[in-house]
């Protein structure tokens, strides 16, 4: 993602979160002839773009992005005639083919479009496209593998889900009766939303449960409106003051960082950056953590003496018999600072005060094979990818192209400053 929009967006949330009022009424009120989605719109279909731009679709208009006015959908759809029934962004990383086209859904026809240019062939027959999926949909979203036990694409019809698995092309329909009737359904930072009238039900996207308070008003979070001040928390610090407490990165390329009660996801940052409630992905995780690291498919936690293992999967479980203590699950004691493994390694490197400890994960019971000194104390967290290590000390980060070198190290590297495009803090 352009760098230009990330910021744009990193400053919409503080906007978003310090409920500013317009000064004027543009983004409110406006030309008469425009629909206002700050009157309260049921949107016919949500989906963001291959640049992580949304658009909200509502009969021949459409937003493009959380701000600003309605436009004719004809500026970046040029064949739409009219309203859409649903839309979504494709995720199929493996066929680069139709990956991050946007899929909108008439009647009983599909359109596909890349870069705002409707692809070769269509519009098609529903049919055609994905075989089994009903006609006059409602809704429709991207489910990716992780999230989704494959890659799949939810398809809403009344209280009916088709889920369509990308690879195999086949349904599986399920119903929800608990949940509203989505008009529009939008995935976003992994986070999936029902909308419905101008409210919104967050839902899991495997077994639709909805956890949490809901519906919830879409002025006051995917919108800039006048007289709705954003509702959720404010978590966004400026770069000078950053500090987190840990951060990890797993074997398929998901990182995430945490600070006090929130996580943040790093690399899906060209649809924005958004803290969440830990325990919202980890719910057992109340109390935040110290240090975080990713082994084979299993994500440790530390936090005070104890340790929780998470395996990874549609969600995160903790596996049972955990939480346990830090010296029966890695025979060590007293505060962790920050921990890593690198990819494709067994070792653990815990961080404690001035010192770093090396741990066989193969071995059982677990032993310390290596302790040596760090060049500084107060490490806060850190991560190691095939780009090499990053501690992370307050607005400080120190990289290091190997373990080995930053075992040898006697005096620190020169520091670097954290920047709103690694961890979303305001510049
Ligand atoms: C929106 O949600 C509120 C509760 O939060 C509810 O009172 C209201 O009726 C809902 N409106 C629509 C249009 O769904």
Request: aromatic share 12%.
């Amino acid at each position: 993602m352009a760098p230009i929009f990330k910021t744009a967006f990193v400053a919409l949330m503080v906007a978003l979160s310090r409920a500013a009022p317009l000064e004027d009424s543009a983004a409110g009120g406006g030309d008469a002839a425009l629909p206002d989605r700050c009157a309260g719109i049921e949107f016919d279909a949500i989906t963001p773009d291959d640049k992580g731009q949304t658009f909200f679709f509502k009969g021949d208009h459409v937003w493009k992005g959380f701000e600003g006015d309605a436009q004719p959908s004809i500026q970046y759809f040029k064949e739409l005639n009219g309203h859409v029934d649903a839309a979504f962004r494709m995720h199929n990383p493996e066929n680069q083919g139709d990956h991050d086209h946007i899929y909108l859904f008439l009647d009983d026809k599909v359109f596909s479009y890349f870069e705002q240019t409707l692809e070769e062939g269509y519009p098609k027959d529903i049919q055609e496209d994905f075989p089994g999926v009903p006609t006059h949909l409602d809704a429709a979203v991207e489910c990716p593998k992780g999230e989704c036990v494959t890659d799949s694409v939810l398809f809403f019809k009344g209280q009916d889900v088709h889920v369509y698995d990308i690879a195999t092309k086949t349904v599986k329909t399920k119903t929800w009766p608990h949940l509203p009737a989505c008009t529009s359904v939008f995935r976003w930072l992994e986070h999936y939303y029902c909308f419905h009238g101008h409210n919104f039900t967050r839902f899991q996207p495997v077994t639709g449960e909805v956890t949490g308070s809901y519906p919830k008003d879409a002025r006051r979070y995917f919108m800039r409106c006048p007289d709705f001040g954003h509702g959720g928390e404010s978590t966004t610090l400026k770069c000078s003051d950053f500090k987190m407490d840990a951060i990890t990165t797993d074997g398929t390329g998901r990182m995430y960082m945490f600070k006090g009660p929130n996580y943040m996801r790093l690399d899906t940052q060209r649809d924005g950056l958004h803290s969440f409630p830990i325990a919202r992905s980890w719910k057992e995780l109340t109390n935040g953590v110290d240090a975080v690291f990713s082994y084979k498919d299993r994500i440790y936690f530390i936090q005070g003496d104890q340790v929780y293992i998470y395996k990874a999967g549609a969600h995160f479980t903790l596996i049972e018999g955990y939480p346990k203590t830090l010296k029966e699950e890695l025979n060590i004691e007293g505060q962790v600072d920050a921990a890593f493994v690198c990819p494709q390694q067994d070792t653990a490197h815990i961080i404690q005060g001035r010192k770093m400890l090396y741990i066989d994960l193969t071995a059982t019971p677990r032993v310390v094979t290596l302790n040596v000194p760090l060049p500084f104390a107060d490490v806060d967290a850190g991560f190691c990818s095939s780009d090499g290590i990053k501690l992370f000390k307050g607005s400080d980060y120190y990289h290091y192209d190997s373990p080995m070198l930053l075992a040898m190290s006697r005096i620190a590297p020169i520091p670097q400053k954290v920047t709103s495009a690694m961890v979303g803090c305001e510049d």
